[in-house]
Structures are given as C-alpha cells and as structure tokens.
C-alpha cells in the first residue's frame, strides 16, 4: 500500500472514531459519507486525530468495535475493486504506439474496411485480392516468387558456387579472439610464396578438426539421399528389362508411336494373328 493510500485510510479510521465517540456521547449520531469525505481535506483534524486514536479505539466495547472493523474492511475492499479494475482496464486496452494508432486496432480497422468494400461488390473474405491494385498485387506476388534453381551449366557458375558456399558457412562457429591470439603470435599469418614456413598449416583443435568432419559427412549423406531417378509407377505397364532398355522404348514411342498403336491394339486383342 502507497503512502497516499495509507493516509486516507488513517483519515478514515480517525473519522471513524469521532463518529462512534459522538454517538456514545449522546450526539446526532455517525455523520454522512460526504461529511466524511471533506473531513479528509481538513490536515489539523487528522493531526488532531492521529494524537487521540488510541485514545478512542480504546473507549470502543462490543458492538461499536465491531462496526469499527467493519467499517475498516469496506475501506480496504474498496482500495482493491478499484487497484483491480484499474488493472483490469490496462489489460483490455490496447498500449498505444509511439506513432499514435496501435497496430491491433489499424488491423481491426482495415478489416472492417475491406468488409465494407466487399458487402458492397457482392464479395466474400475469400475474393479480397479481387480489391488489390495492379501495382500491390505486383508487389505481393514478387514476394512470393522464388529464384529458379540453377540448371546445366548455369550449376557450375561462380554466381552458384559462392551461394553455395555461403550456405555452407552459416553453420561455422567464428572465434574473433583466438584469430587474433593466433596472427599476433605469427609474425608471418599470412605468408608470401617465398616464405620459408610456406605450406605449413597452423596448429588446429581436435573439436575443430572433429566439426569439420561432421560437415563433411552431413554433406555426403545429403549428396547420397538426393537423387533424379524417376518414381516407379505400378500402375504403368512394363515393356522394359532395364533403365538403360526403358530410356530407349521411350525414344521410340516419341518416333513411331502414332504408326505402331493400331498394330499394338490388335495384338492385345489376338485379333492381329491368322486364323
């Protein structure tokens, strides 16, 4: 509990006391909530209060006490409803941004204009691109579209090749401060052709050697799980003996296809053989 919060219940716990020593005095009996209220604003009276409270807690017996307590009670229950509606109405509320409008509440907005838009064409949700613009919708798709894979000799470029290598160095792990260690105690790190310590490899851990090494075998894995062989399809008929045989046929069909279907129909009828 604030300080401030602290205050206004000792001012309500002083009022408290006046009213029910007044009323045991023979008085007009406990005063209204708004007497109440501005008697908070008045400093000398909670002073003055603050001197006499043990003084009148200690005149309070029986039932007085316990509407003392009672009234003690309301004052903190009515502290907390409004500390936790308070936090209740932070949760509800979206935080502002720093630019004004918050990001829910334009998502909310540009929703309700895009429905209003599409009630009005007699459209539902799933026809919204129909709203697009050229221009956005140009947009839109160049983000989807993705960069062709790279095709014959286009494989061997040095376009592909630096991609390549770029994707194999996302995963190696770069110590800045042992590389530096390692040039400040090699006065010749980056040796010349006429070097005498030319060819001469330096000193490497075993968890380096043993990360290459992974790397290594990652790849062959994956180079040996990819493959362009064609799916078998058991459905189609066999008129092969090996891939080689089935590559040829195939070449064939492309050729002479058109001649040979009638001449194919008929012997699978048995209607091509004599009598």
């Known amino acids: ?6 205050g206004v219940l000792q001012a309500n716990t002083i009022d408290v006391h006046r009213s029910l020593v007044v009323s045991s005095d023979g008085g007009e009996g406990a005063p209204d909530e708004r007497d109440v ?23 309070l017996t029986g039932r007085k006490k316990k509407l003392f307590e009672l009234r003690l009670k309301m004052n903190e229950a009515r502290k907390a409803n409004q500390s936790a509606m308070v936090a209740e109405k932070k ?10 409008m918050s990001k829910q509440k334009w ?4 929703k309700k204009k895009i429905g209003k838009l599409l009630d009005a064409n007699g459209l539902d949700m799933s026809k919204a691109y129909m709203l697009d613009t050229q221009e ?6 160049k983000k989807w579209e993705k960069e062709p894979a790279p095709a014959g000799w286009d494989v061997f470029n040095q376009k592909t090749l630096y991609d390549a290598y770029k994707k194999r160095t996302k995963n190696v792990a770069v110590d800045v401060d042992e590389y530096n260690r390692m040039k400040e105690a090699d006065p010749e790190f980056y040796r010349e052709a006429s070097s005498l310590q030319y060819g001469k490899a330096p000193k490497l851990s075993d968890d380096k050697i043993e990360r290459m090494v992974k790397e290594l075998k990652d790849r062959d894995e994956k180079r040996q799980s990819f493959s362009r062989r064609r799916k078998f399809h058991e459905e189609k008929d066999i008129d092969s003996i090996n891939d080689r045989n089935e590559h040829f046929n195939k070449k ?17 009828r048995g209607t091509a053989l004599p009598d």
């Open 107 to 110: 998502i909310e907005e540009r």
């Open 37 to 59: 209220v501005e008697s908070h604003s008045d400093a000398d009276d909670q002073a003055d209060g603050e001197d006499n409270m043990g003084q009148d807690s200690a005149n």
């Open 1 to 6: 509990m604030s300080k401030a919060e602290a």
């Open 136 to 141: 956005s919708a140009e947009v839109k798709y």
């Open 91 to 100: 949760k509800t509320e979206a935080p502002p941004e720093s630019r004004g």
């Open 252 to 268: 064939i069909e492309r050729a002479f296809g058109k001649y040979t279907l009638e001449i194919k129909n008929n012997l699978e």
